[in-house]
Nanobody, 119 residues
Framework: QVRLVESGGGLVQPGGSLRLSCAAS????????MGWYRQAPGKQRELVAA???????NYADSVKGRFTISRDNAKNTVYLQMNSLKPEDTAVYYC?????????????WGQGTQVTVAS
């Protein structure tokens, strides 16, 4: 079955950096829109960043200028480079693969990786 496996989370001090990775298997990775979402305790899951098959990107306002999403289709992997981290970035970060066709929608999620920003 389809698998999305995130890695790279952890504990980092405010102002620090982390790079998340999400490796996908059993999908035609290059045609999917890949996204990173996050969910903090007591809050709804929110979109952080997404990158389309055509390499268009969009970001939540709260992370613009600090986070960068990228993809390597040869490695079936999407990345999220997170710089200047703030305590409010603390959340579980989830990888998403989305493909919408005229017939159906394919929507897959990873298991999540914890990011904690604290001194």
């Amino acid at each position: 079955q389809v698998r999305l496996v995130e890695s790279g989370g952890g504990l980092v001090q405010p102002g620090g950096s982390l790079r998340l990775s999400c490796a996908a298997s059993r999908i035609i990775f290059s045609i999917y829109t890949m996204g990173w979402y996050r969910q903090a305790p007591g809050k709804q899951r929110e979109l952080v960043a997404a990158i389309t098959s055509g390499l268009s990107t969009n970001y939540a306002d709260s992370v613009k200028g600090r986070f960068t999403i990228s993809r390597d289709n040869a490695k079936n992997t999407v990345y999220l480079q997170m710089n200047s981290l703030k305590p409010e970035d603390t959340a579980v970060y989830y990888c998403n693969a989305l493909l919408q066709t005229s017939a159906t929608t394919y929507d897959y999620w990873g298991q999540g990786t914890q990011v904690t920003v604290a001194s």
